[in-house]
């Protein structure tokens, strides 16, 4: 199949995308519903915010970008972007959790679900993925593993462990890295110990590690000076494009998107921290922490 073959090239797996549908209608009915009582809590950014996100992924699994991923490693990298910075991204600032939970059959939440939540394992769970070490780690994990070459090149090579194995991990492990970031209501934003001292400052290493990582996978693909997928040099070059080339250029584009995402929020988190109202928090809270 040629270049102009692949811009029409609309692969829709339709197990995921009724995923993708369901979940959205689920979620806009949850949001419909805690409007009436918290508007002030989920204003319409927060719906397009997660339409935006399904909208995300579907664009990564079943666009052309799909099919030109798998001949050209710059593309393949577009698409992880998609699925590990901006569903993910996208979803979070939607806070899922309750328009998620209010959108249910209430039969589902009144039978299997409410005993399940009640007993708080759901809570217990979500808890301990989202410290930071143990999510930081998650990410890590997936993101290494993904882009060592025998694994990159089984996923390369069969569609059911890249679709469900490598998006799967990849989208997942990202929701889970982000959540602590952008502290969705009602998840418990890290906020002030008794003494005053703020947590949010743990955010900053935990953002700079993840850009190292990121930085330094990008940079062996930029640097190797040797093609690190064969499966690439297999394929027919599209553009006029060397697999070499088409390497560096995917070394790039991770690095400069991927520092763009982690440095920015860190840099944002900074200035909030340093800010005047941050400081006067920070005094009312000693001053009200019992003596």
């Known amino acids: ?17 009724s995923a993708l549908i369901v979940s959205s209608l689920i979620y806009a009915r949850g949001w419909a519903r805690i409007r009436r009582t918290r508007p002030e809590l989920f204003p319409g950014w927060r719906l397009a915010a997660f339409l935006g996100g399904m909208l995300a992924v579907f664009i990564a699994v079943a666009s052309p970008l799909d099919a030109f991923a798998d001949r050209m490693l710059s593309i393949h990298m577009v ?30 939440m009144r039978g299997a679900l409410r005993p399940l939540f009640t007993s708080g394992i759901p809570h217990r769970i979500g808890a301990f993925l989202t410290r930071l070490r143990v999510a930081w780690l998650i990410w890590t994990l997936a993101f290494l ?16 462990i890249h679709e469900y194995g490598e998006h799967a991990s990849f989208f997942l492990a990202s929701l889970i890295f982000w959540w602590p970031v952008i502290a969705p209501w009602p998840f418990r934003r890290p906020g002030y110990t008794r003494s005053g001292e703020s947590r949010r400052w743990m955010l900053l290493p935990y953002l700079a590690l993840a850009d190292v990582v990121n930085t330094a996978i990008s940079a062996f693909l930029c640097f190797s000076g040797r093609v690190i997928y064969p499966g690439y040099l297999l394929e027919p070059r599209l553009f ?24 920015v929020p860190a840099m944002i988190i900074t200035l909030r921290l340093l800010s005047p109202r941050s400081r006067r928090q920070r005094v009312y809270a000693t001053a009200a922490a019992p003596q």
């Open 1 to 17: 199949m040629d270049s102009s073959a692949l811009w029409t090239a609309w692969d829709i797996p339709w197990g995921v995308t």
């Open 240 to 263: 006029g494009v060397s697999a070499l080339n088409d390497q560096i250029a995917a070394g790039a584009f991770m690095w400069v998107s991927g520092s763009m995402m982690y440095l």
């Open 145 to 160: 593993c993904w882009h060592i070459p025998k694994m990159y090149d089984l996923a390369l090579s069969n569609e059911y």
């Open 79 to 108: 698409q992880h972007f998609f699925l590990w910075s901006v569903a993910p991204i996208l979803i979070v600032f939607s806070a899922p959790v309750v328009p998620m939970l209010r959108g249910l059959p209430r039969l589902a």
